[in-house]
């Protein structure tokens, strides 16, 4: 059976009728166009469709497209601003915490997430955190290291009452 | 992004050894990268969902598709009946009876093996089409393992083959015989490596579409190569090389030498589009993955060792059994016979014998898997090692200095053919036990053993290729029928890359890799950068192959820690090759002589004239705007340049089976500390270090973060992962959920340090880095927890040493209240 859908992603409303069965992150991939949400696996275990819904981080390979009604997606597409790139997004390039990157956007998710409801995070907050998230290439201590740092940069920011933005062509180290 | 920096001056080797952020990362952390499954697809394209068979070991009696084919939507229903109608079998590395196909014909040997193709406008009809789809199986019986596989009257997974071994060879170098008659002691070890594999994130997927007007198959896949592999799969297609086009795109979501294995599925997929005409999509589910891509061989080692009275290694024999699945599937019989070359590892041992048997069993088929082989090779070499020492009463670091190939030895030449490049062994152990805090660890040990806990310590050493010189397969062939003048001999491992500035003075690099999280657009932009004094930003880097676009060759793709030796230096050589250019075409208009021409910050000048100079820009613009100038004409200044480097140890295999698998020989050594809990058998990583010797780094940042993993992989490998099936054949373990993998809540931190001694072989000294800790990983641990258990005698001989394994072979008898006395020896 088909539904209408209204979803709301990265500030952007969209209507469509899907299938019953169609996933969210089928919706967000296929429909919405967004191939920056990935499927690592069909079973939940790999995190790499993670996406902010509503304010937590949800697997959208575990929710159908129309469950998702109503709701306010965020995807890595809606991270950087037009004032630059989002502080996770310089510190998992600064911190060699990207190898092959198909984990990535699930992970900057998940951070995204924590970071707002826990700003600053131990390494222990952040290691389970991200226990839903697999990384196949095991970069594991450089992504707990560039998260921790991103949120001491966004903390340092709020204190000085500025945006914690990077540049979008980010080049230093 | 020109020849023009908008930057401060720049000198040679600026971003050399320099860890400069990633250039990939800023499509990457920004969703913008695209992926096999992110590309648009032609018009038209259909989806593909394979139907696999359930039973390891089945006749195919019927197949009735009458249901799935009157789905709406759906295209076609394609067996074997259909697609060997327009393919043949894929070529084997060796010879044997044995057909495969990427789709069972009359037999399925594999739980998993493809038996049909639902062809549909979408995945979803497909799969609700394939679930109509009923073949009529008779099951028949199962050898899941090698014991079962040899023993006498076992069923026979090729009939044709008349038994389940499909290849035996023994190997001899210099006089083994002779070596152990000598020997004031002989020492043993028997290990069993069980089949596993390191599952990339992004699975397996091909694009394939048959053009009719240009009879022209194209591909877009997540293929790593090596492109002999493409060549099979045209083979198999029944096409010529100029009507195959594969193009594997930029962005690849993890391999760890898995992505080899798309290559039957090239097959498959492509197989698919020429028979239904219509363009066709295959996106392989992560169960798909588990149970029908590939693995790495199971093997059973027994290594034996000759000493000398003062603990000299005078011989080595090894007994090697790979169980590679239910067809031996190129590039086997690789698993063995790529470690050839170095199978004594950074050992002096002349006398060397290595006898290989390769078994057929009713699972999953085989292919490279990181660091293929060696894992297989160094955690048994290794283990051999160290009970050498306890047996001698040597130090175990002492023993392995005694035995170490010597700083003057280089270029050495090992027994087998290998032509190692360079190294100081002894010095990268004395790095490793400084940054490991040798004398600290063995004091904190001691301090913790007498808490009453199963602490221990373990050091393995190991050589780390880079390159695979295809020469190595040749030793699968028969000599007798090498030595006739109608064989071909393969040798080789080229890379190329193309360098090019465009007319507005953009410089642009394009390589024949498939990098799968490597960095190689940053390594080739910083050097690239160094060269001809721009930013890296000023480079733009292209990756990933397209047959019809790329200067290419047979080994092109991203295996074998190719890019750090040969990768660097075709990009290096490509770079000078390209300033000379300029300085050519600068002393033309300058009127004075190329060798007085210097470049910098975008400006090319005369040395003894400062005075006479010209932008780089304007003088790209007159080479392809003016070239009929009086100062340009008649010259060929083209602002292109390919450059394909090999090294030229890389020859063909010798009818006496010695061969040089490799271009250059890192090495690795790495040290564990470990702690198993006596009530479960878990084992903790209290302490790990590697030294690496890759000949010193590009981007050390880059060779970091790849070690990093592949540390953690190791142990991910060494104390969990295996792929489990029942004795029906059934695999168990198909999820991410089942088959281990690492989390953030449980990974270590290594430390790491560089022993770096440049190779002679490549312009800038580097050699491939990245896969070592794979292999001296799961080694070090396995001492370390042998050391552990040391009050138990502890032989380990099975990987994984999962806790389960350590507990019930070792503490549960503890648990049962035994004294320590009787327990010395396990089962």
Request: charge should be negative.
């Amino acid at each position: 059976m088909n539904r209408s859908i209204n979803i709301k992603i990265n500030g952007k409303s969209y209507s469509d009728v899907v299938e019953d069965r169609l996933l969210l992150v089928n919706y967000i991939r296929d429909v919405a166009g967004l191939t920056g949400t990935h499927m690592g696996c069909d079973t939940g275990h790999c995190g790499a469709c993670t996406i902010v819904m509503n304010g937590e981080a949800v697997k959208s390979c575990l929710i159908l497209a129309v469950q998702a009604e109503g709701a306010s997606v965020e995807t890595v597409e809606g991270m950087a601003s037009e004032t630059g790139l989002h502080p996770l997004q310089v510190s998992f390039r600064k911190n060699f915490a990207v190898q092959c990157g198909f984990c990535t956007a699930g992970i900057l998710m998940s951070a995204l997430a924590l970071l707002r409801n826990n700003p600053e995070p131990n390494s222990e907050d952040i290691s389970k955190a991200l226990t839903g998230n697999i990384c196949r290439c095991e970069g594991y201590p450089n992504i707990v290291k560039a998260i921790e740092e991103a949120s001491l940069v966004m903390k340092a920011a709020k204190d000085l009452g500025r945006e914690p933005r990077g540049k979008e062509n980010e080049k230093e180290g | 992004m020109t020849v023009q920096s908008s930057q401060e001056k720049r000198t040679e080797q600026t971003y050399v050894g320099v860890a400069y952020p990633r250039l990939e990362d800023l499509r990457l952390t920004t969703g913008k990268a695209k992926f096999l499954d992110d590309l648009s697809v032609p018009p038209g394209t259909h989806y593909a969902v394979i139907l696999r068979s359930p039973y390891a070991h089945a006749k195919i009696k019927r197949i009735d598709t009458e249901d799935a084919i009157k789905v709406p939507g759906v295209r076609a229903v394609l067996t074997a009946a259909e697609l060997l109608s327009v393919m043949d079998p894929l070529p084997l590395a060796l010879r044997s009876p044995i057909r495969y196909y990427p789709i069972a014909t009359d037999r399925a040997r594999y739980a998993g093996e493809p038996v049909a193709v639902v062809i549909a406008r979408s995945r979803a009809i497909a799969e609700d089409a394939a679930s109509k789809v009923n073949v009529d199986y008779e099951p028949l019986q199962v050898v899941a393992d090698i014991e079962k596989a040899l023993a006498q009257g076992a069923p026979k997974v090729h009939e044709a083959v008349g038994s389940n071994t499909v290849w035996k060879k023994t190997f001899s170098y210099g006089d083994v015989g002779n070596a152990f008659e000598q020997a004031a002691k002989v020492v043993s070890v028997d290990v069993r490596v069980n089949g596993y594999t390191v599952p990339p994130m992004e699975t397996f997927g091909v694009v394939a579409e048959y053009d009719k007007g240009s009879d022209v198959l194209t591909e877009w896949c997540n293929f790593i190569g090596p492109f002999t592999l493409a060549y099979v799969v045209a083979k198999a297609l029944r096409l010529s090389q100029d009507r195959f086009r594969v193009i594997v795109p930029g962005d690849i979501g993890g391999s760890f030498g898995t992505k080899l294995a798309v290559y039957p599925y090239m097959a498959l997929v492509g197989a698919c589009s020429i028979f239904t005409g219509v363009p066709v999509k295959w996106i392989e589910t992560r169960m798909e993955h588990f149970v029908g891509s590939t693995r790495a061989a199971t093997r059973l080692s027994h290594l034996e060792m000759a000493l000398s009275a003062d603990g000299d290694f005078l011989g080595l024999k090894a007994r090697i059994t790979d169980d590679i699945g239910a067809y031996p599937r190129s590039p086997e019989p690789g698993h063995l016979l790529k470690s050839v070359s170095n199978f004594t590892g950074p050992y002096k041992i002349s006398n060397l014998e290595i006898s290989g048997e390769y078994v057929t069993t009713n699972t999953l088929p085989t292919s490279p898997i990181r660091a293929f082989g060696r894992p297989h090779l160094c955690i048994p070499l290794e283990k051999l090692v160290d009970k050498c020492a306890k047996i001698t009463g040597n130090d175990p670091l002492e023993l392995r200095r005694r035995n170490f190939i010597q700083p003057r030895d280089f270029p050495y030449t090992t027994a087998s053919g290998g032509v190692y490049d360079s190294g100081d062994y002894g010095a990268a152990i004395e790095k490793l036990k400084k940054i490991f805090d040798l004398d600290g660890a063995r004091a904190d040990i001691l301090e913790k053993r007498r808490e009453g806990r199963l602490v221990g310590l373990g050091i393995a050493v190991g050589i780390e290729p880079s390159v695979s010189n295809m020469a190595y397969l040749d030793l699968a062939i028969p000599e007798e029928e090498r030595q006739k003048a109608t064989f071909m001999p393969h040798s080789g491992g080229q890379h190329s890359a193309t360098l090019k500035i465009e007319p507005d003075g953009h410089i642009v690099v394009r390589l024949d890799s498939c990098p799968q999280g490597q960095g190689h657009e940053t390594v080739a932009a910083q050097l690239v950068a160094s060269v001809l004094g721009v930013n890296p930003e000023d480079v733009r880097v292209l990756t990933g192959v397209d047959t019809f676009n790329v200067s290419w060759s047979i080994s092109s793709g991203t295996y074998a820690s190719r890019f750090g030796s040969l990768g660097i230096s075709a990009v290096y050589s490509a770079a000078l090759d390209m300033r000379k250019k300029l300085a050519e075409a600068a002393s033309k208009l300058l009127g004075v002589s190329a060798d007085d021409i210097v470049m910098e910050n975008g400006v090319l000048f005369s040395k003894s004239r400062r005075d006479l100079k010209i932008s780089s820009k304007r003088l790209v613009g007159t080479v392809y705007w003016n070239p009929g100038s009086d100062a340009l004409k008649g010259g060929d200044h083209t602002l292109s340049v390919t450059r394909t480097f090999n090294v030229e140890t890389l020859g063909p295999a010798t009818l006496d089976n010695k061969v040089n698998a490799s271009a250059t020989y890192g090495f690795i050594g790495t040290a564990a500390a470990v702690e198993v809990d006596r009530d479960t058998g878990s084992v903790s990583i209290l302490k790990y270090a590697s030294v690496h010797d890759s000949g010193g780094s590009i981007n050390p940042g880059i060779v970091e973060q790849l070690c990093v993993g592949a540390a953690n992989q190791a142990a991910s490998h060494a104390l969990h992962q295996e792929l489990i099936h029942d004795d029906s054949g059934q695999p168990l373990n198909i999820t991410f959920g089942d088959y281990y993998v690492r989390t953030a809540e449980d990974f270590f931190t290594p430390i790491f340090g560089s022993a770096a001694k440049k190779s002679p072989f490549t312009p800038l000294g580097t050699k491939g880095v990245s896969e070592g800790d794979n292999m001296t990983g799961p080694a070090a641990l396995l001492i370390a927890i042998q050391d552990a258990l040391y009050e138990y005698n502890a032989d380990i001989d099975t990987v994984p040493f999962t806790a389960e394994r350590i507990w019930s072979r070792f503490l549960s008898k503890n648990n049962l209240g035994e004294s320590a006395s009787s327990r010395s020896r396990p089962a």
